[in-house]
């Protein structure tokens, strides 16, 4: 018998090794399904599953969605631009007609760091962070450490760069807390304005030279310029970034024999990473997308029934 | 009270038997499969296997199936079953497939497991084999092979500890639930 024990997924701080080890073996038998001509089983039939996106997404939606699918659950799709969130309910209202469905998950993305915590305070249903604001996006982390460990087959001492702008990143600030706690050897690789205040509590190296930065690594996660976050003069030009930060085939020959790149998507090509890269036999770009659905089966798999009373 | 039922000699018999009933039932052993189911019944059609080629000469191929996302239980505990490997690495399609498992109790694990099955192709036929048949079916299921019937009280365990866990072989009948 195993459970994560917790109701809702909000972060990975806070999260053991044992617990996070226990989604990536649970997600390994649920990417056997993935391979069959039947890819559902009947785990979680009954159960409803709510996507409330409050930002843009298609991936992780998609993701999420076909992962609930997979599980046998009814799946209910709810976007800003469609909801009555626009007409001026609040967001706790928006919750309580949520719950009057009777659903059991709530995924949620906004912009805002913290309303996932503020929904889980506030509801039955489990509640799983699909990327809140700058702060987590937990089941990406997640399906980045399965990744990695399918690759790599360990992660103590392994050497992990995180390149690009960090200061935005929920990606990099899950994949930080995860895989510190799995004992990997994290160097952040950023120009100073993407780098957040107190890094140095993170426990981890940060080099401001990309080459310096992934000589003899393991690992390389690059992280999108996300353009959409760009307001404060971060980043002064794409081709300046490119040229310095940009994942090019030199700057992969420095790192180890047979590292592997990854990248959470949507890439942009020709600024943080080369098309060259992208397609090579080193990237395992479309393979965290396969996992990603194996990982959030895992999530709501562990999740369910795991009811605690609720802390209103 | 803490009773041993089958020894290892005990066990060693009892599988050979049903090779044979295996390979007697199915004439030959052409288009059989063995399943075990996750976790005893893995280690126990193995062993089928190795009896079933010392006799017929013929590997027969053997595959793991996990019941856990099947089970009719689920959100009725506060803990899921734990996930396990399936790894049937073979066509099932048009042939009999032997589901094997070392404990045959309420037959709600080889509901599930026909389930499981099911979706991974469409066998010409399913045929169930178990170490140990201790009665107290919940559901209108019977087992083809059966090691050793044994009758139980609902307030007794059987307990099969196998060489292949670390443990020497051994069933065991124990007072109380687990």
């Given at each position: 018998?195993?459970?994560?024990?917790?109701?809702?997924?909000?972060?990975?701080?806070?999260?053991?090794?044992?617990?996070?080890?226990?989604?990536?073996?649970?997600?390994?038998?649920?990417?056997?399904?993935?391979?069959?001509?039947?890819?559902?089983?009947?785990?979680?039939?009954?159960?409803?599953?709510?996507?409330?996106?409050?930002?843009?997404?298609?991936?992780?939606?998609?993701?999420?969605?076909?992962?609930?699918?997979?599980?046998?659950?009814d799946?209910?799709?709810?976007?800003?631009?469609?909801?009555?969130?626009?007409?001026?309910e609040?967001?706790?209202?928006?919750?309580?007609?949520?719950?009057?469905?009777?659903?059991?998950?709530?995924?949620?993305?906004?912009?805002?760091?913290?309303?996932?915590?503020f929904?889980?305070?506030?509801?039955?249903?489990?509640?799983?962070?699909?990327?809140?604001?700058?702060?987590?996006?937990?089941?990406?982390?997640l399906?980045?450490?399965?990744?990695?460990?399918?690759?790599?087959?360990?992660?103590?001492?392994?050497?992990?760069?995180?390149?690009?702008?960090?200061?935005?990143?929920?990606?990099?600030?899950?994949?930080?807390?995860?895989?510190?706690?799995?004992?990997?050897?994290?160097?952040?690789?950023?120009?100073p304005?993407?780098?957040?205040?107190?890094i140095?509590?993170?426990?981890?190296?940060?080099?401001?030279?990309?080459?310096?930065?992934?000589?003899?690594?393991?690992?390389?996660?690059?992280?999108?310029?996300?353009?959409?976050?760009?307001?404060g003069?971060?980043?002064?030009?794409?081709?300046?970034?490119?040229?310095?930060?940009?994942?090019?085939?030199?700057?992969?020959?420095?790192?180890?024999?047979?590292?592997?790149?990854?990248?959470?998507?949507?890439?942009?090509?020709?600024?943080?990473?080369?098309?060259?890269?992208?397609?090579?036999?080193?990237?395992?770009?479309?393979?965290?997308?396969?996992?990603?659905?194996?990982?959030?089966?895992?999530?709501?798999?562990?999740?369910?029934?795991?009811?605690?009373?609720?802390?209103? | 009270?803490?009773?041993?039922?089958?020894?290892?000699?005990?066990?060693?018999?009892?599988?050979?038997?049903?090779?044979?009933?295996?390979?007697?039932?199915?004439r030959?052993?052409?288009?059989?499969?063995?399943?075990?189911?996750?976790?005893?019944?893995?280690?126990?059609?193995?062993?089928?296997?190795?009896?079933?080629k010392?006799?017929?000469g013929?590997?027969?191929?053997?595959?793991?199936?996990?019941?856990?996302?099947?089970?009719?239980?689920?959100g009725?505990?506060?803990?899921?079953?734990?996930?396990?490997?399936?790894?049937?690495?073979?066509?099932?399609?048009?042939?009999?497939?032997?589901?094997?498992?070392?404990?045959?109790?309420?037959?709600?694990?080889?509901?599930?497991?026909?389930?499981?099955?099911?979706?991974?192709?469409?066998?010409?036929?399913?045929?169930?084999?178990?170490?140990?048949?201790?009665?107290?079916?919940?559901?209108?299921?019977?087992?083809?092979y059966?090691?050793k019937?044994?009758?139980?009280?609902?307030?007794?365990?059987?307990?099969?500890?196998?060489?292949?866990?670390?443990?020497?072989?051994?069933?065991?009948?124990?007072?109380?639930?687990?």
């Amino acid at each position: 018998m195993s459970s994560l024990g917790i109701k809702d997924l909000l972060g990975i701080k806070g999260l053991s090794r044992k617990q996070i080890y226990l989604v990536l073996d649970t997600a390994a038998g649920f990417k056997d399904v993935l391979k069959r001509d039947i890819k559902k089983v009947p785990a979680l039939r009954g159960k409803t599953v709510f996507n409330l996106f409050f930002e843009p997404s298609t991936r992780t939606r998609t993701s999420f969605e076909l992962a609930a699918k997979r599980l046998s659950t009814d799946v209910i799709n709810f976007s800003v631009p469609t909801s009555s969130f626009v007409k001026g309910e609040s967001l706790l209202d928006t919750i309580r007609t949520i719950e009057s469905y009777g659903v059991d998950y709530i995924v949620i993305r906004h912009s805002s760091s913290g309303v996932p915590h503020f929904i889980a305070r506030h509801s039955h249903a489990s509640v799983v962070n699909a990327g809140d604001g700058i702060n987590e996006h937990p089941t990406q982390a997640l399906l980045d450490a399965f990744t990695i460990k399918e690759k790599k087959g360990y992660f103590e001492g392994l050497k992990i760069a995180i390149v690009g702008d960090i200061l935005h990143s929920r990606v990099a600030k899950s994949n930080i807390y995860c895989l510190r706690e799995l004992g990997a050897e994290l160097r952040i690789v950023a120009p100073p304005t993407f780098v957040p205040h107190g890094i140095d509590s993170f426990g981890v190296e940060v080099y401001f030279d990309a080459d310096k930065g992934l000589k003899d690594v393991d690992v390389i996660m690059m992280l999108r310029i996300q353009n959409e976050r760009q307001e404060g003069g971060f980043l002064p030009s794409s081709d300046e970034y490119s040229r310095f930060w940009g994942l090019t085939e030199e700057r992969l020959a420095r790192a180890s024999q047979g590292a592997v790149v990854m990248h959470p998507g949507p890439m942009n090509r020709g600024v943080e990473i080369m098309s060259e890269v992208a397609d090579s036999t080193s990237s395992v770009i479309l393979e965290q997308v396969t996992n990603g659905v194996a990982v959030r089966m895992a999530v709501l798999y562990l999740l369910n029934r795991t009811r605690v009373t609720k802390h209103v | 009270m803490n009773k041993v039922l089958l020894d290892k000699k005990d066990i060693d018999r009892a599988i050979t038997r049903m090779a044979h009933e295996i390979i007697e039932k199915n004439r030959g052993i052409e288009d059989v499969r063995l399943i075990g189911i996750q976790r005893g019944g893995v280690y126990i059609a193995k062993r089928l296997a190795g009896v079933i080629k010392e006799i017929e000469g013929q590997e027969v191929s053997v595959g793991a199936l996990d019941i856990a996302m099947y089970r009719d239980d689920i959100g009725m505990r506060d803990e899921q079953p734990a996930i396990r490997k399936t790894d049937v690495p073979f066509d099932i399609n048009h042939k009999v497939v032997i589901l094997i498992d070392d404990v045959l109790f309420t037959g709600r694990s080889i509901r599930a497991a026909m389930d499981a099955l099911m979706d991974i192709g469409r066998p010409l036929a399913i045929q169930l084999a178990v170490l140990i048949d201790r009665g107290h079916r919940e559901l209108p299921i019977r087992a083809d092979y059966v090691g050793k019937n044994i009758p139980t009280s609902m307030q007794e365990t059987v307990d099969v500890e196998l060489s292949e866990e670390g443990k020497k072989d051994v069933v065991r009948l124990k007072r109380g639930l687990e």
